[in-house]
């Protein structure tokens, strides 16, 4: 990242947010990641806005500061919105003072948005990476109703394309690698000139991520290019999987993730936490992708635990996982 990067990454989320001078910011996010640095913090200094530091997440402590705050902004990823939903001061906690939540990190559930617009408050979705500085692919205000189970338009510096392994462009509905161009797009990966020419093929950033434009030119991710599972030839995308999944009320989290198979190469296996009370077993999960997915797209294995292994941005520790997995996959 360089100076002018990250200015033009903060103008996209002064945008996103309508943010004003006005604005307070409650920081929730760790300072050392471009989630917390550049999605709200940076914008809030260049528009002067002020801005409320969390010292780590609890979400007690979180739904407190808001009521001492009156923060009108914050950012949280699924995981913390998810523990504060389930938290008993939720239900009487004023979060009217808040005027958009933003998210995003990884896989969003529908619950999370809708928890929020219970109360009143718009949840925004945001799409970038370090790369960008954080802020490529947008939701705002206006949009966000209309543009439910996508992650907005492209920001206002930045060019987005959808492309096929071949790198040609593909039309409207059908996957492929999100490309980035913009002033907001890093110049070099340190000391690394092969991995820069790699990402940066044709001047535009190639993100390894998969997803789609919708006809009306916002875009859904459908996940990462590594996280692809391949069974028996045929394309399977966890997060086709973990929307089923996450409509479940007694669902508290979920991960699909391929595992290896003698027979189709690898084969999707969901792992889930659900609440205390709840009574779902293998068989009753497998039952919700009845009808609704191709039968070589449903979990071969359903795997419950008491929670899923994540990182302080709150993404699914994948080696951690797998290891979850290869243990309960043993005979």
Same mark, same amino acid.
């Given at each position: 990242?360089?100076?002018?990067? $990250?200015?033009?990454? &903060?103008?996209?989320?002064?945008?996103?947010?309508?943010?004003?001078?006005?604005?307070?910011?409650?920081?929730?996010?760790?300072?050392?990641?471009?989630?917390?640095?550049?999605?709200?913090?940076?914008?809030?200094?260049?528009?002067?806005?002020?801005?409320?530091?969390?010292?780590?997440?609890?979400?007690?402590?979180? $739904?407190? @500061?808001?009521?001492?705050? @009156?923060?009108?902004?914050?950012?949280?990823?699924?995981?913390?919105i998810l523990a504060m939903v389930a938290h008993s001061d939720w239900p009487e906690t004023d979060v009217s003072c808040l005027r958009n939540i933003t998210t995003g990190s990884t896989f969003v559930p529908d619950s999370c948005i809708e928890a929020w617009a219970e109360r009143?408050?718009?949840?925004? @979705?945001?799409?970038?990476?370090?790369?960008?500085?954080?802020?490529?692919?947008?939701?705002?205000?206006?949009? &966000?109703?209309?543009?439910?189970?996508?992650?907005?338009?492209?920001?206002?510096?930045?060019?987005?394309?959808?492309?096929?392994?071949?790198?040609? +462009?593909?039309?409207?509905?059908?996957?492929? +690698?999100?490309?980035?161009?913009?002033?907001?797009?890093?110049?070099?990966?340190?000391?690394?000139?092969?991995?820069?020419?790699?990402?940066?093929?044709?001047?535009?950033?190639?993100?390894?991520?998969?997803?789609?434009?919708?006809?009306?030119?916002?875009?859904?991710?459908?996940?990462?290019?590594?996280? $692809?599972?391949?069974?028996?030839?045929?394309?399977?995308?966890?997060?086709?999987? @973990?929307?089923? $999944?996450? +409509?479940?009320?007694?669902?508290?989290?979920?991960?699909?993730?391929?595992?290896?198979?003698?027979?189709?190469?690898?084969?999707?296996?969901?792992?889930?936490?659900?609440?205390?009370?709840?009574?779902?077993?293998?068989?009753?999960?497998?039952?919700?992708?009845?009808?609704?997915l191709a039968r070589f797209k449903r979990p071969k294995r359903v795997i419950i635990v008491d929670k899923l292994p994540r990182n302080t941005m709150g993404k699914v520790g994948k080696f951690e996982l797998c290891q979850q997995i290869s243990k309960n996959m043993k005979p």
């Amino acid at each position: 990242m360089c100076s002018s990067d $990250l200015a033009w990454s &903060a103008r996209n989320s002064v945008v996103m947010h309508a943010m004003t001078s006005h604005d307070r910011i409650l920081m929730v996010l760790p300072m050392f990641h471009a989630g917390g640095f550049n999605i709200q913090t940076l914008p809030a200094l260049l528009v002067g806005a002020t801005v409320i530091l969390q010292d780590g997440f609890a979400a007690d402590s979180v $739904l407190r @500061q808001i009521t001492v705050y @009156q923060p009108t902004l914050t950012g949280l990823v699924p995981a913390q919105i998810l523990a504060m939903v389930a938290h008993s001061d939720w239900p009487e906690t004023d979060v009217s003072c808040l005027r958009n939540i933003t998210t995003g990190s990884t896989f969003v559930p529908d619950s999370c948005i809708e928890a929020w617009a219970e109360r009143g408050v718009t949840a925004l @979705q945001v799409y970038g990476a370090t790369e960008t500085c954080a802020v490529a692919i947008h939701q705002n205000g206006e949009n &966000a109703a209309a543009t439910t189970g996508s992650v907005g338009y492209a920001a206002e510096c930045c060019d987005i394309r959808i492309v096929a392994e071949d790198s040609h +462009e593909v039309p409207a509905g059908e996957r492929g +690698e999100i490309l980035v161009k913009g002033s907001n797009v890093f110049k070099e990966y340190w000391r690394n000139p092969s991995a820069t020419a790699d990402s940066l093929r044709g001047g535009w950033f190639h993100t390894g991520d998969i997803g789609f434009q919708r006809p009306d030119g916002s875009y859904v991710i459908s996940g990462r290019r590594a996280d $692809l599972i391949i069974s028996g030839g045929e394309n399977i995308y966890p997060a086709e999987l @973990q929307v089923i $999944l996450m +409509e479940h009320p007694e669902i508290i989290e979920a991960a699909v993730i391929g595992f290896p198979d003698d027979r189709w190469g690898e084969v999707p296996v969901a792992v889930i936490a659900t609440a205390k009370d709840s009574r779902l077993d293998q068989a009753g999960v497998q039952a919700l992708f009845k009808d609704r997915l191709a039968r070589f797209k449903r979990p071969k294995r359903v795997i419950i635990v008491d929670k899923l292994p994540r990182n302080t941005m709150g993404k699914v520790g994948k080696f951690e996982l797998c290891q979850q997995i290869s243990k309960n996959m043993k005979p």
